[in-house]
């Protein structure tokens, strides 16, 4: 499974199924892997960074080179489990936790308020300046009883994030 010249069997859908949750019907995951065989361009089985960035919007997105990171050597099934990510489906801690990971960016299981003002950077670019950056975020720490000095782990952001009237809703364009 995984390159242009082989099938998805009944078996290999199912297991993709179970990888992601079932937040994929078989008929999105066949089409999914006809998408992750255009990326593939050399059958490897697997999805390179290069490759990622042939898809436009990937390339355009201010995250992309943390994203790449992520999901850099990819096959295929944890290709659908990442994108199941997306999904309107999955739920809001399966979100966080990806939110968590871009911000992680030393994969140490902590984000620093450096962490954030570097994700802030790429999001806002010259619009903010720093030190509106970081007035802005020392507000949103203060007032979810952080502080600058504090290294947030997952729960912690699951403790900031989830809360009802949150909406992190965004749907995968499957073809």
């Known amino acids: 499974m995984g390159n242009a010249s082989s099938m998805l069997t009944q078996y290999d859908i199912e297991d993709v199924q179970d ?3 079932h937040l994929f019907a078989q008929q999105e995951i066949v089409s999914l892997y006809q998408r992750f065989c ?5 059958s490897k089985g697997f999805i390179s960074a290069d490759e990622f ?3 436009p919007e990937f390339a355009m997105n201010p995250l992309s080179q943390r994203l790449l990171k992520m999901v850099d050597g990819l096959n295929f099934k944890d290709f659908v489990a990442f994108l199941s990510t997306f999904s309107a489906k999955a739920s809001v801690a399966q979100k966080i ?4 990971k871009v911000y992680d960016s030393d994969c140490n299981g902590k984000v620093t308020f450096d962490d954030i003002m570097e994700v802030l950077r790429d999001l806002t670019g010259s619009f903010i300046s720093d030190k509106q950056r970081e007035e802005v975020l020392s507000q949103v720490l203060h007032e979810a009883g952080y502080t600058r000095d504090s290294l947030l782990l997952l729960n912690d952001f699951i403790k900031i994030l989830d809360h009802p009237g949150l909406k992190m809703e965004v749907e995968v364009p499957i073809d």
Do not use: G, K, T
Request: with cysteine; charged share 25%.
């Open 19 to 21: 990888h992601c949750d």
């Open 38 to 42: 255009q990326l593939d361009r050399n």
């Open 97 to 100: 936790e990806l939110i968590f």
């Open 53 to 55: 960035l042939s898809v």
